[in-house]
């Protein structure tokens, strides 16, 4: 089955909420300091980026990225 963009767009904000309250829960973040550290992370680009397919996959294993991005300075 292949998605539409919209059906694509909201999963990518679905789990941008997702990474915004882990980061608040994890990291003791408001919710401003969560949404500035995922808007300005290459993770979120990398979502954001259809073609690498993030979307599609779990809040946590995205946050992995993320986690690793924040605590070893580098996406990976």
Not at 22 to 27: K, L, S
């Amino acid at each position: 089955m292949k998605l539409t963009d919209s059906q694509i767009k909201i999963m990518q904000e679905d789990m941008l909420s997702e990474l915004v309250m882990i980061v608040m829960n994890r990291w003791h973040y408001s919710i401003n300091e969560a949404l500035d550290t995922v808007y300005n992370s290459e993770t979120f680009l990398h979502l954001s980026d259809k073609n690498t397919g993030l979307y599609y996959q779990s809040p946590g294993y995205v946050y992995s990225f993320l986690d690793n991005e924040l605590t070893e300075g580098r996406f990976c």
